[in-house]
């Protein structure tokens, strides 16, 4: 009997060894000692692009940059990919955390951990300038069977306007903010629903000044967006939030953004928190 408990209390604190390697968190260790971040984005100006110089640029990048270097990392590695692979692309490997403008949702929480915010927008609608029948919100949009509006493909938009009542005859679904404008232009789409910063964006990046952007009401006035990790691996994502904490709010962050065209209305300070 003895022998059977001793065998059973072994099996037991074997079985919590094996579970505490099991769920060891070494990213924060595997990033630091391999001197390399990897970062997933998609092209979304104002928060993630290729500028002139062909540095990848933007809100998200520009931020990673800094806690990067606040980490002591070496090298970033970026990776650009569609919008809507991105949480795929992250929880298979391929990078280590997203920074790409991502609003911070009940649905993607339940796959990935996200930062605390970094900032806080609206949607809006841009349209053509020549247009001036423009539904004042999705409410009004859901009511007219004729109008299209386009969405990024696994972006917050196409759900947010299909729970509003819009149907899925009504939306148009594009790969990317270039292809949403295109579908806008050519009269593929009578507007293409995005954050508002996005949208003002390209509105002043049109020389043609063929595009105007409207407030669209799609239920909550404002969206809160960050960095998205894998859930497990919580290491990297707290030491991440450490760094936010303090230089979030300040002048050079401000000075960041601002320069992309972020309101100072739209700017998280350190010290906002978001339940990952």
Known sequence: MKAMLGLLVTLFLAGLGYSAIAERDDSLERVRDGGVLRIGYAVEAPYAFVDAQGEVSGEGPSIARHVAAELGVQ???????????????????????????????????????????????????????????????????????????????????????????????????????????????????????LSAPTLRWMASADLASRMKVRPFPMGEPLSLGGFAFRAKDRALREAWNGILGSWLGSPEHRRMVEALGFSAEEVVVGGSKVTP
């Open 75 to 193: 090298r970033v590695v970026w990776v650009q990919t569609r919008f809507d692979q991105l949480i795929p692309e992250l929880e298979s490997g391929r990078f280590d955390v997203v920074a790409a403008g991502m609003f911070i949702t009940p649905e993607r929480k339940h796959r990935v951990a996200f930062s605390q915010p970094t900032f806080r927008v609206s949607p809006g609608l841009l349209v053509r300038a020549d247009r001036d029948e423009t539904p004042s919100d999705c409410r009004e949009a859901a009511t007219r069977s004729d109008l299209r509006i386009a969405v990024l493909e696994g972006a917050v938009e196409g759900s947010a306007l299909r729970t509003c009542g819009l149907s899925t005859a009504q939306l148009v679904l594009v790969p990317d903010a270039r292809a949403g404008f295109a579908a806008v232009a050519t009269g593929m789409a009578d507007g293409l629903a």
